[in-house]
């Protein structure tokens, strides 16, 4: 079936500093990708709609310049936290659409900034 | 704007118990719903889909849900809960049309008592 890489699992990083996220398409082309953010105990929060070659769409309160989006290739999109922020912890995921009715989920990425 | 509830957030079964998990969404249009289940330190994966055709939909590991336009409800169930079921469930929704955004409902937290 189809599987989507994301990577890293955990990270901890200083206030301040950038992180990337990858989230990657293994054997099928993801046109769009999602972003979204799970808080404990809480549903996901689409941040961002990726789609190949052209700028990510984000949902409403979600800083664009904050979360850099990069959706370069049909396999590959990448979220970058820059300047980050104990209040940017959370647990990141990816999901990729294949077509209209199919999504698939990354492993997602749990981000500590100290 | 569309919304999806999960009328249980936190439910406690024995084992044998049988299961229904509400989801109720709003949209006027045509959509394809889903369930999703996230096991304890683990991804989302899908457990069942709806976009067509028989609204009586069997999933994986003996999950089905029942698509109720006029309720506007997509209920999960399972006639005999396990163990192993213990984990979040996620109901979403998505339009049928070229936004493939899913809107997620808050989750509902099963725990089985063996």
């Known amino acids: 079936g189809a599987v989507v890489s994301q990577h890293p699992s955990r990270v901890i990083c200083k206030s301040g500093t950038s992180v990337k996220i990858e989230c990657r398409s293994l054997?099928?082309?993801?046109?769009?990708m999602f972003w979204y953010r799970q808080f404990p105990k809480q549903s996901l929060m689409l941040m961002a709609t990726?789609?190949?070659?052209?700028?990510?769409?984000?949902e409403q309160g979600v800083e664009k310049d904050k979360f850099l989006i990069n959706h370069a290739s049909l396999t590959l999109s990448t979220l970058t936290v820059t300047s980050a922020h104990p209040e940017d912890s959370s647990f990141y995921i990816c999901?990729?659409?294949?077509?209209?009715?199919?999504?698939?989920f990354g492993s997602g990425t749990r981000l500590t900034v100290v | 704007a569309q919304s999806v509830s999960q009328h249980n957030h936190h439910v406690i079964l024995s084992e044998a118990a049988s299961l229904e998990l509400g989801c109720n969404y709003s949209?006027?249009?045509?959509?394809?719903l889903f369930w999703y289940v996230q096991y304890p330190g683990q991804h989302l994966q899908l457990l069942l889909k709806?976009?067509?055709?028989d609204p009586l939909v069997k999933g994986i590991k003996g999950f089905e849900a029942e698509f109720i336009k006029s309720k506007f409800s997509f209920n999960l169930r399972k006639p005999s809960v396990q163990w192993s079921d213990t984990a979040e469930y996620f109901c979403?929704?998505?339009?049928?049309?070229?936004?493939?955004?899913?809107?997620w409902g808050l989750g509902t937290s099963l725990a089985v008592n063996p």
């Open positions: 979403a929704v998505s339009n049928a049309g070229n936004n493939r955004k899913l809107i």
């Open positions: 990726s789609n190949e070659g052209s700028k990510a769409t984000y």
């Open positions: 054997d099928f082309q993801a046109t769009t």
């Open positions: 709806y976009f067509s055709g």
């Open positions: 999901s990729a659409s294949q077509g209209e009715t199919g999504y698939t």
């Open positions: 949209y006027g249009g045509t959509v394809n």
